[in-house]
T-cell receptor, first 114, second 113 residues
Framework: DSGVTQTPKHLITATGQRVTLRCSPRSGDLSVYWYQQSLDQGLQFLIQYYNGEERAKGNILERFSAQQFPDLHSELNLSSLELGDSALYFC?????????????FGPGTRLTVL | AQSVTQLGSHVSVSEGALVLLRCNYSSSVPPYLFWYVQYPNQGLQLLLKYTSAATLVKGINGFEAEFKKSETSFHLTKPSAHMSDAAEYFCAVTSGGYQKVTFGTGTKLQVIP
């Protein structure tokens, strides 16, 4: 158990819909990272927040957005869902801003778009 | 820019045999390098990391990796494979500071009894 929690574990929805994925980092960790893992694209970094502020952006679509709240939990919002958005979404956390920090991964949310 | 290449998307070894998973990196500055393992239906877990101290890094579960600057490599090894080592392994690189971590495409390790 990494100490990172993600809800829900599974999510099934339809094209065009909007969903919210939630992540609670390990106690004391200030950075939260979001990743998308799919068979065709592998593990893709989406976005990082550090202590409530956006720190780094990766291959995140405009239809996707995220935020980190004062209690440091984070939410990833996915809207106008397409079939290709079906994937595993991981959240990870680390103590500091990144670099050589170890990232601790949650168990993931499996999103299926029908 | 930074990148990492994992040679071989699938590797099969017999139980008790040497495990060698290859990773080559590209970075314009001295890198930090990681190996993560992912078991089925789970998140990634850190095996080991190189942060410019000793070039031979020992990790959990008997794995180790050697940083070779001249070869830009960070291959993962384990002397004797165990059935429980069957998983997907990811090599990752960052140039430190506030730079994001770039993951490789992963290598699935199969251990044959």
């Amino acid at each position: 158990d990494s100490g990172v929690t993600q809800t829900p574990k599974h999510l099934i929805t339809a094209t065009g819909q909007r969903v919210t994925l939630r992540c609670s980092p390990r106690s004391g960790d200030l950075s939260v990272y979001w990743y998308q893992q799919s068979l065709d694209q592998g593990l893709q970094f989406l976005i990082q927040y550090y202590n409530g502020e956006e720190r780094a952006k990766g291959n995140i679509l405009e239809r996707f957005s995220a935020q980190q709240f004062p209690d440091l939990h984070s939410e990833l919002n996915l809207s106008s869902l397409e079939l290709g958005d079906s994937a595993l979404y991981f959240c990870a956390s680390s103590v500091d801003k990144g670099g050589s920090d170890t990232q601790y991964f949650g168990p993931g949310t499996r999103l299926t778009v029908l | 820019a930074q990148s990492v290449t994992q040679l071989g998307s699938h590797v099969s070894v017999s139980e008790g045999a040497l495990v060698l998973l290859r990773c080559n990196y590209s970075s314009s500055v001295p890198p930090y390098l990681f190996w993560y393992v992912q078991y089925p239906n789970q998140g990634l877990q850190l095996l080991l990391k190189y942060t410019s101290a000793a070039t031979l890094v020992k990790g959990i579960n008997g794995f180790e990796a050697e940083f070779k600057k001249s070869e830009t490599s960070f291959h993962l090894t384990k002397p004797s494979a165990h059935m429980s080592d069957a998983a997907e392994y990811f090599c990752a690189v960052t140039s430190g500071g506030y730079q994001k971590v770039t993951f490789g495409t992963g290598t699935k390790l199969q251990v044959i009894p």
